[in-house]
């Protein structure tokens, strides 16, 4: 009986040991689930990676418009996955690096321009820094060739923080100016959550040819 006894004690301690040991690798899955992925050729960086080669436009761009350059860096990162997916054109008509629907760019008052902002405007006057300024777009020359260019990275950044800068994301505002550039909640926390990774410890990383295939 007691040889009996001591085979059930020593299961129940060998099944202890297999369920602790199950339990201990299934929170080691879940917590490695939970670091920021590594980059993945061509479209994926990690949570604190930003493109070496944009950080200088950023930057300029936050000066002249006196936002955060981090705040650019992770609304280019959310809106187009800093420029490396296919096409720059989302289904709903958003344009460009920086996604602007073409009347926020080219302003709401150009005729025409009604719902959600989709209108086939002529890239002649989209890009044009005389009618942005009549209709009061938001569209800027971030690189000084007398164009306003959703498809060029600087100007598209400049543009952002234009935008960010109207609403109020150098004055308090930032979270309201985010929302205001895409209304969904999940938006403004995401783009908070990489923004906050940029400020803490960002690491810069090089593009591949094929990243750079939408940079001009």
């Known amino acids: 009986m007691k040889k009996k006894k001591r085979n059930i004690y020593s299961l129940f301690i060998t099944i202890s040991v297999v369920l602790s040991a199950v339990i ?3 929170f080691i899955a879940l917590g490695n689930q939970q670091e920021p992925q590594l980059r993945e050729y061509g ?3 990690a949570v604190n990676e930003i493109p070496e080669e944009f950080i200088p436009v950023y930057q300029d761009a936050a000066e002249e418009y006196n936002v955060s350059w981090e705040l650019l860096a992770a609304i280019h990162r959310v809106e187009t996955v800093f420029s490396t997916m296919n096409e720059l054109e989302s289904p709903v008509g958003a344009l460009g690096h920086m996604q602007f629907m073409p009347c926020t760019f ?3 008052n150009y005729p025409g321009c009604e719902g959600n902002g989709s209108l086939d405007i002529p890239e002649s006057e989209l890009t044009s820094v005389e009618v942005i300024e009549e209709y009061g ?14 498809y060029n990275l ?3 950044v400049y543009s952002t923080a234009n935008y960010l ?9 930032e979270e ?21 990774a940029y400020s ?16 001009n």
Do not use: C, M
């Open 154 to 156: 600087e100007d598209a």
């Open 176 to 196: 309201a100016a985010i929302f205001n550039y895409n209304q969904a909640d999940w938006y403004v926390d995401e783009v908070l959550e990489y923004r906050r």
């Open 24 to 26: 201990i690798l299934f």
């Open 43 to 45: 479209s994926s960086f």
């Open 200 to 215: 803490e410890e960002y690491v810069a990383v090089e593009l591949s040819d094929e990243e750079k295939k939408h940079i």
């Open 137 to 150: 777009g938001y569209g800027t020359d971030g690189n000084g060739n007398g164009r306003a260019d959703p």
């Open 165 to 173: 800068a109207s609403n109020g994301a150098g004055s308090g505002r």
């Open 106 to 108: 080219v302003g709401w």
